[in-house]
């Protein structure tokens, strides 16, 4: 089995596969300060309550946009699992040619949801990315990577608009049955829900104009996808796992060069 580790800035995401089989997957918040030995017990646990012990791992991947964390998992993967981490990182195999003005700027999880959404969908493609930020990522019909859009993400968005106001209520990210909200609530969940829906469906629209691509194929993963996707009628795949399964590729494309 190998464990992959999708470290955003709000939470981490770790997947166990074993073969092509999903055996567990869970999210932890991500925190500075936590230490490794506080990262590792909590691991230990979440695979002992599945029924994974630590020497059922075999090795495992990270991919990062968050730095200062990165000794910190690698340190628990390292002493509680037995096993040395590879890490996305310049030097790391993974088949995608970036056609952009610096590609060390472009960061992990893009670099991985990209490769996963060749692997599995062909291109040309458009990769969404609903997280912390909303990543729009352009694929050409050679398969190359040539830039995208970077976008405010929905829940910090929406923390922005109450934190910066005397009187606004935090809300639930739901989709009100109206447009034209009748209070407060409905009137702030309409702005939020619709209106990433169509900052989504604008940028598809020029993304594909710029790209001169027919049958662009538009795949979106991450937390909110599946309610935005449900609204709007250009995204054509919801991928939760995009992430995770890039890592899994990855690690193999990696391991066979050793």
């Known amino acids: 089995m190998i464990i992959c580790l999708d470290v955003g800035n709000t939470n981490i995401k770790f997947a166990v596969y074993d073969g092509d089989t999903l055996k567990l997957s869970f999210r932890v918040a991500t925190e500075h300060k ?3 030995d506080e990262y590792g017990g909590q691991l230990l646990s979440i695979l002992s ?10 090795g495992g991947i990270i991919s ?4 200062q964390l990165d000794y910190t998992l690698g340190r628990a993967c390292t002493t509680y699992l037995k096993i040395k981490p590879k890490m996305l990182a310049p030097g790391l195999k993974t088949g995608l040619n970036l056609k952009v003005d610096n590609a060390k ?17 062909g291109y040309p493609l458009i990769v969404i990315d609903f997280g912390t930020a909303t990543t729009f990522n352009a694929i050409n019909e050679k398969g190359d990577f040539i830039g995208g859009v970077i976008a405010p993400g929905i829940k910090g968005s929406l923390d ?3 934190n910066g106001t005397a009187k606004l209520p935090r809300v639930e990210i739901e989709r009100p049955s109206t447009v034209i909200g009748k209070n407060t609530v409905t009137n702030m969940q309409s702005g939020i829900f619709y209106g990433f829906a169509g900052l989504v469906e604008f940028l598809v ?3 594909k104009r710029e790209m001169k691509c027919e049958n662009v194929t538009v795949v979106a993963t991450g937390g909110f996808s599946e309610i935005i996707a449900k609204e709007i009628k250009c995204i054509d795949k919801v991928d939760k796992l995009l992430t995770l399964d890039g890592l899994k590729y990855l690690y193999r494309l990696n391991r066979a060069e050793e």
């Open 34 to 36: 936590k230490t490794s």
């Open 205 to 207: 629209r020029k993304i």
């Open 49 to 58: 309550n599945n029924g994974i012990k630590p020497e059922d791992i075999s």
């Open 64 to 67: 990062s946009v968050v730095p």
């Open 105 to 121: 700027e472009v960061g992990a999880d893009r670099v991985v949801n990209n490769v996963a959404a060749v692997k599995k969908y």
């Open 160 to 162: 922005s608009l109450v």
